[in-house]
Nanobody, 123 residues
Framework: QVQLVESGGGLVQAGDSLRLSCAASGRIFSNYAMAWFRQAPGKEREFVADIRTGGSTYYSASLKGRFTISRDNAKNMVNLQMNSLKPEDTAVYYC?????????????????WGQGTQVTVSS
């Protein structure tokens, strides 16, 4: 089992930056690829970014350049730096862990999920 707890969400204005964090506990964190997804009201959950155990990253094409995913294996943490936020970035952001599946960005590839943290961007 892997337990994931997100933090760092909040209410910000358009153009602001926000840094989300996800603390992991349980099995060996460094063995898992980690990702962020988000879900806006009335919409399906969508992929944001993924970071592999070795540190290579993969982003949603629409978000690359504004969002940066990183991980600290010593602290069992994965972070998401979000810059130039827009009202359409408003969503609940979820941290997820992937082990064994080579398929990135697909929800079914991620076995463990956090409870989510709300990000609201006002115009």
């Amino acid at each position: 089992q892997v337990q994931l707890v997100e933090s760092g969400g909040g209410l910000v204005q358009a153009g602001d930056s926000l840094r989300l964090s996800c603390a992991a506990s349980g099995r060996i964190f460094s063995n898992y690829a980690m990702a962020w997804f988000r879900q806006a009201p009335g919409k399906e959950r969508e992929f944001v970014a993924d970071i592999r155990t070795g540190g290579s990253t993969y982003y949603s094409a629409s978000l690359k350049g504004r969002f940066t995913i990183s991980r600290d294996n010593a602290k069992n943490m994965v972070n998401l730096q979000m810059n130039s936020l827009k009202p359409e970035d408003t969503a609940v952001y979820y941290c997820a862990a992937r082990f064994g599946s080579p398929i990135v960005a697909e929800i079914q590839s991620y076995a463990y999920w956090g409870q989510g943290t709300q990000v609201t961007v006002s115009s």
